[in-house]
């Protein structure tokens, strides 16, 4: 994406007051951003590989809070990778750098006072990802579009077959913080987030 495209997407997926400061973090780094389509294990990830411009990507469908953090989640891999080259992936370089990233934007004008408490309470030891804290995350699923209608993982029953991202799977065991399931076309285990949304729930007679 060129320059005035990056900053249309920042206007149209994170809050106003945070424009300015996300499209700053792209012109201090120059990483190649992409949206992507909603996925099953991950909202965003950090790219590099030798040679090529790094990359960022970030699911186009999070409500602006989270798209917001998700950004900047990733940003802070990439300022780890420039500052260290080598270091933990989600260790105490990354923590630190997240917090410092993200700190400017952690403001009431730009999350709800809720909101704002408890990412600052997360924000002291943050982790690999949002679903691993299922506070946080029923936080920022409390502020998606018509988040009333919406069934989560958790609260179906083992053996539930349900849609997810236009595809089926099967409601396995649960790991701690996410649910090993099967998809039914490929055969293949996913250990999906126990918190995210699903579609279509029924339960299985096989």
């Known amino acids: 994406m060129d320059e005035q495209k990056i900053f249309a997407v920042l206007q149209k997926h994170v809050p106003a007051p945070a424009v300015s400061y996300c499209y700053q973090l792209w012109q201090q780094y ?64 990354w923590k630190n750098s997240f917090r410092n990233l993200l700190l400017p934007v952690m403001t009431s004008d730009i999350f709800p006072q809720e909101l704002l408490k408890g990412l600052q309470r997360h924000m002291v030891s943050p982790k690999a990802s949002t679903f691993s804290d299922s506070e946080m995350t029923s936080l ?58 699903i579609e279509n729930a029924q339960l299985s007679l096989l």
């Open 30 to 93: 120059r990483f190649r951003f992409v949206l992507r389509k909603g996925r099953i294990t991950k909202v965003g990830d950090f790219t590099y590989r030798t040679g090529q411009i790094p990359r960022i990507t970030v699911n186009h469908d999070l409500n602006p809070y989270l798209f917001l953090v998700t950004y900047i989640h990733e940003v802070a891999h990439l300022e780890v990778h420039h500052k260290f080259r080598r270091a933990e992936a989600h260790g105490e370089e």
């Open 140 to 197: 920022f699923r409390s502020f998606d579009q018509h988040q009333h209608t919406i069934t989560l993982l958790s609260q179906v029953a083992e053996g539930t077959v349900f849609g997810l991202h236009g595809r089926w799977f099967k409601k396995g065991k649960i790991r701690r913080t996410r649910v090993l399931c099967r998809e039914l076309n490929t055969k293949k285990n996913y250990l999906v987030p126990a918190d995210v949304p």
